[in-house]
């Protein structure tokens, strides 16, 4: 959650942030340390209705969704130890409202390459974050995906 300031911005993290602080203005979460404690607590239901808003909204203005996975890189020693088990709940919601409601669902979890996909930060391996390959095979997946649903 974006705290609504513009840090990104002073960070050097470009002008993404400049137009949106209007829009965001949520303080992020008390941390309480504990990362699976506080996925537990959250967990994934907001982002699954999330999801559900979403299908219904695009529909209502005649567009067809296409949902797709988040690819991750993991376990990781360096990895958060709740990020993993957060990713693989937020797609088991994707997956599960694609399912429900007939959308088409591109899975790219587990489908790149496991060699030069993944960025690094801090010298650390990203699980997350793609490389330039990372992003090319990620897109080549979906658009494969996408093109099969042309006439």
Wanted: avoid cysteine; hydrophobic fraction near 40%.
């Amino acid at each position: 959650v974006w705290d609504g300031s513009d840090r990104l911005r002073q960070t050097g993290a470009g002008d993404m942030a400049g137009g949106m602080n209007q829009y965001i203005q949520w303080l992020p979460p008390e941390d309480n340390g504990d990362p699976l404690a506080n996925l537990d607590r959250n967990g994934s239901g907001a982002f699954r209705r999330n999801l559900v808003s979403i299908v219904g909204l695009a529909r209502a203005h005649g567009i067809e969704p296409v949902l797709t996975t988040f690819a991750a890189k993991g376990p990781d020693p360096a990895t958060d130890p709740g990020l993993i088990q957060g990713i693989d709940e937020h797609n088991a919601a994707i997956r599960s409202v694609a399912a429900e409601h007939g959308v088409t669902l591109v899975d790219v979890n587990g489908k790149l390459s496991r060699e030069g996909t993944f960025a690094e930060a801090f010298g650390q391996p990203d699980p997350v974050h793609l490389t330039p390959k990372g992003t090319r095979e990620k897109a080549q997946i979906i658009a494969d995906a996408v093109l099969k649903l042309i006439p």
